[in-house]
């Protein structure tokens, strides 16, 4: 049984490459774009699932040393080690607006320490701001290229049906010149015409299943960046406010 099945899927498959290997010059260049669209969209599935899945472990190990150390000097050093996380790099952003607060009141007359406080209390609602727009940053750049998922998944299947349609209109041309009015003379022109459906939606399901994971994994991300920012502002007011 195992052998018949074998068998079949290997007979299956040979005809479905020779439809391929026959086609007509109009089939066979929908079939080049198609395949260029599933290439593109496998490269960046494989290059974004690496990409997210360091981002989150850089992650995961950026906030244990933010909530182990105590100093933020400490924490800012340990951003070298952790490039692709954007916790580390929300609090980079965020070290900086303080440092310059902090430099900032430093220069002036009153250098006393309730003035750098009072310059950092201040400063809240503008670090906040710069925290938020570092997030946001962070966030564009890890949805960079999936936007080319979203646009396979929504038109390669047009791509494929166009294919299809022309195949179809063909072979009814084709059916009308010859006087034949047989399945048999029409059927092998229609089932070269479906090809192309059937690379569409092969090019098309795995680029919208890879872009429905990315993005719930892009929300999951944009969760954490939103607790940290809270976090990372509620350890500045305690330090300085």
């Known amino acids: 049984m195992a052998e018949m099945s074998s068998i079949l899927l290997q007979a299956s498959f040979g005809s479905f490459w020779s439809l391929i290997l026959n086609s ?30 360091e981002v989150e472990q850089q992650s995961m190990g950026f906030h244990e040393e933010f909530e182990r150390l105590s100093s933020l000097s400490e924490i800012n050093l340990s951003c070298e080690k952790f490039p692709m996380s954007p ?14 607060r902090v430099q900032t009141a430093k220069a002036s ?17 503008a670090l906040n701001r710069t925290l938020r727009k570092t997030a946001m940053t962070e966030m564009l750049a890890m949805e960079r290229s ?10 390669t299947p047009f791509i494929g049906l166009f294919g299809t ?11 009308g010149a010859g006087g034949a009015t047989t399945i048999q003379a029409v059927a092998p ?3 070269e015409a479906l ?9 098309a399901i795995p680029a919208v ?14 969760a954490e960046m939103d607790d940290f920012t809270v976090e990372f502002l509620n350890l500045i007011e305690r330090s300085f406010v």
Request: net charge positive.
């Open 24 to 53: 007509g010059p109009l089939a066979n260049f929908v079939l080049l774009i198609l395949l260029g669209f599933s290439v593109l969209s496998w490269a960046i599935i494989f290059k974004k699932y690496k990409i997210y899945r």
């Open 195 to 203: 090809v192309a459906t059937a690379a569409g939606l092969f090019a």
């Open 209 to 222: 299943i890879g872009y429905n994971h990315f993005i719930n994994r892009l929300r999951q991300f944009g």
């Open 189 to 191: 022109g229609i089932s």
């Open 146 to 155: 999936l936007n080319w998922l979203a646009t396979t998944g929504a038109i």
């Open 165 to 175: 349609v022309v195949g179809i209109i063909n072979a009814f041309q084709g059916l």
């Open 109 to 125: 007359r009153d250098t006393s320490e309730d003035a750098q406080r009072l310059a950092v209390a201040n400063g809240l609602e």
């Open 87 to 100: 916790l580390a790099g929300i609090f980079k952003s965020g070290y900086r607006e303080l440092n310059h």
